[in-house]
């Protein structure tokens, strides 16, 4: 009977924590977006707005608890990567994490726009229930002013997602598909952040293509709880994962 050897790799403590993090950005970024403020904003509303942040101020405060959480947690995934990929290209992967956390300050700048948004939502509603329109426009500019500058802060992101895709098909560190989702995760962020800051009327053409993103990073991070980064042919560093040699 012949022996051979294959390679079944278990992600090293780094690359757990790392697509663990991964996974709590997702979850914290969706929960803020979507059940908060999703829940909350009402398109070119001001009233509207206002009266539901003023009945919901704790719903409202936890959405901002969570992009802090997030930003967090950003930062975790930003130094995790920069570990897990310097091997492959150093300066590249130095790009990468300081794009992530170009991102990451200037989102944590933007959520001064939501504690204003709450601050003039309160203001706004009278104790007789009565709404102030003034200050309830202050509180949809503020909370428009956020979603630009959340835009923003996702075009330095994207860029991010480009060079990390460029680091994981150079390494051979992930299955094709992935690394060119990573590719085509960073062109949708940039196409969708430009067009929300430069031709707002394209954004909903764009939105659709967002599930990609979704799709690519939530794949992306399972991998590096439960499988971690393939170590490139001829590395010297140290392991990514830990090979467990089994004879068949």
């Given at each position: 009977?012949?022996?051979?050897?294959?390679?079944?790799?278990?992600?090293?403590?780094?690359?757990?924590?790392?697509?663990?993090?991964?996974?709590?950005?997702?979850?914290?970024?969706?929960?803020?977006?979507?059940?908060?403020?999703?829940?909350?904003?009402?398109?070119d509303?001001?009233?509207?707005t206002?009266?539901?942040?003023?009945?919901?101020?704790?719903?409202?405060?936890?959405?901002?608890?969570?992009?802090?959480?997030?930003?967090?947690?950003?930062?975790?995934?930003?130094?995790?990567?920069?570990?897990?990929?310097?091997?492959?290209?150093?300066?590249?992967?130095?790009s990468?994490?300081?794009?992530?956390?170009?991102?990451?300050?200037?989102?944590?700048?933007?959520?001064?726009?939501?504690?204003?948004?709450?601050?003039?939502s309160?203001?706004?509603?009278?104790?007789?229930?009565?709404?102030?329109?003034?200050?309830?426009?202050?509180?949809?500019?503020?909370?428009?002013?956020?979603?630009?500058?959340?835009?923003?802060?996702?075009?330095?992101?994207?860029?991010?997602?480009?060079?990390?895709?460029?680091?994981?098909?150079?390494?051979?560190?992930?299955?094709?598909?992935?690394?060119?989702?990573?590719?085509?995760?960073?062109?949708?962020?940039?196409?969708?952040s430009?067009?929300?800051?430069?031709a707002?009327?394209?954004?909903?053409?764009?939105?659709?293509?967002?599930?990609?993103?979704?799709?690519?990073?939530?794949?992306?991070?399972?991998?590096?709880?439960?499988?971690?980064?393939?170590?490139?042919?001829?590395?010297?560093?140290?392991?990514?994962?830990?090979?467990?040699?089994?004879?068949?």
């Amino acid at each position: 009977m012949n022996t051979v050897t294959t390679t079944h790799t278990k992600p090293s403590k780094l690359a757990r924590r790392t697509g663990l993090a991964y996974l709590g950005i997702i979850a914290t970024g969706v929960f803020a977006e979507f059940a908060v403020r999703g829940s909350l904003i009402v398109d070119d509303d001001p009233v509207a707005t206002a009266q539901n942040i003023a009945d919901s101020p704790g719903l409202f405060g936890v959405g901002i608890g969570a992009d802090v959480v997030m930003i967090g947690l950003d930062v975790t995934v930003a130094f995790g990567l920069l570990g897990l990929l310097r091997h492959v290209n150093r300066r590249w992967a130095i790009s990468a994490a300081v794009l992530r956390l170009i991102q990451g300050a200037i989102i944590a700048v933007n959520l001064l726009n939501l504690v204003t948004a709450l601050g003039s939502s309160r203001d706004a509603v009278g104790a007789d229930g009565t709404i102030a329109t003034g200050a309830a426009q202050d509180a949809l500019d503020a909370v428009e002013r956020h979603a630009l500058g959340y835009d923003i802060g996702l075009i330095a992101f994207a860029f991010s997602c480009l060079v990390l895709a460029r680091l994981l098909s150079t390494g051979d560190l992930v299955p094709r598909w992935l690394s060119w989702g990573m590719a085509a995760t960073g062109l949708v962020y940039l196409a969708g952040s430009s067009a929300a800051v430069f031709a707002p009327d394209a954004s909903s053409v764009i939105e659709p293509l967002y599930v990609v993103p979704l799709v690519v990073e939530l794949a992306f991070a399972i991998r590096l709880v439960t499988r971690g980064l393939d170590r490139p042919a001829g590395a010297t560093s140290g392991p990514i994962g830990r090979p467990d040699p089994v004879a068949v």
